[in-house]
């Protein structure tokens, strides 16, 4: 039997993950070891593969198919634009992708002002600047640790993901406009979903079941 292989995003999620998984009979207890250097799990019994990736990698080994099936953030899902199929969403790591910056470029966002945009997230940010608000910004690319940008006086704003909201807050910064809701996705190669649309499918049913039923 050819296993079924799905990529985690390292990190916060991963666990949450593998807690969901565990809740519908698919453990790799392996994995659960955090001294492990180990990059790839294998769970025999159930003919499945498990490996962590940074979360910007995911959707590319999904759209390849080195990976059957990925669990993502919709951030990652939206700036990475790959070809894959979104099936799930599992509810966890809820927050929303904000332009936050002092109160202070507030007016600068209503009067189309040439701006700059720090963010990990260009492709995001220019699909909401261009062709949601229309505005012309300069982008610029940080890769994390957002937040430094307008107080150092790189940028205005910002386009940045906004949790509990602390970082801005202690950082004297606030949400100055939301761009979208994000949570934790499921995502499916094209092709494994039509090869292996049983076992695939099978998993998809048993989580949506278990996120019906209240977790
Ligand atoms: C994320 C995000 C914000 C922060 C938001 O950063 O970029 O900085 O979390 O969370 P909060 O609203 O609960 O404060 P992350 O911790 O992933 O690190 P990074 O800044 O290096 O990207």
Redesign the pocket.
């Known amino acids: 039997m050819k296993y079924i292989t799905i990529a985690l995003a390292k990190g916060r999620l991963a666990k949450k993950t593998l807690a969901m998984f565990e809740q519908i009979g698919i453990t790799c207890e392996e994995m659960k070891d955090e001294t492990s250097r180990k990059l790839i799990f294998v769970n025999e019994e159930l003919g499945l593969r498990f490996f962590l990736a940074k979360a910007n990698d995911v959707p590319t080994y999904v759209e390849y198919g080195a990976a059957d099936i990925g669990i993502v953030g919709k951030d990652t899902i939206l700036e990475e634009g790959r070809k894959l199929y979104e099936v799930l969403d599992l509810g966890i790591g809820k927050?929303k992708m904000c332009v936050c910056g002092p109160e202070s470029s507030r007016e600068l966002l209503q009067h189309h002002e040439l701006i700059r945009v720090a963010t990990?997230y260009p492709n995001i940010a220019k699909d909401y600047f261009y062709n949601v608000k229309h505005q012309t910004v300069e982008i610029i690319k940080l890769n994390?640790?957002?937040?430094l940008a307008p107080i150092v006086g790189l940028s205005e704003v910002i386009v940045?993901?906004?949790?509990?909201?602390?970082?801005?807050r202690e950082n004297g910064l606030t949400v100055l406009e939301e761009i979208v809701p994000l949570s934790a996705r499921m995502v499916v190669n094209q092709v494994s979903m039509k090869m292996e649309s049983d076992r695939i499918g099978k998993i998809i049913e048993d989580i949506r079941k278990y996120l019906a039923g209240g977790k």
Do not use: P, Y
């Open positions: 927050c990990k994390g640790s957002i937040e940045d993901i906004v949790e509990t909201g602390a970082t801005l």
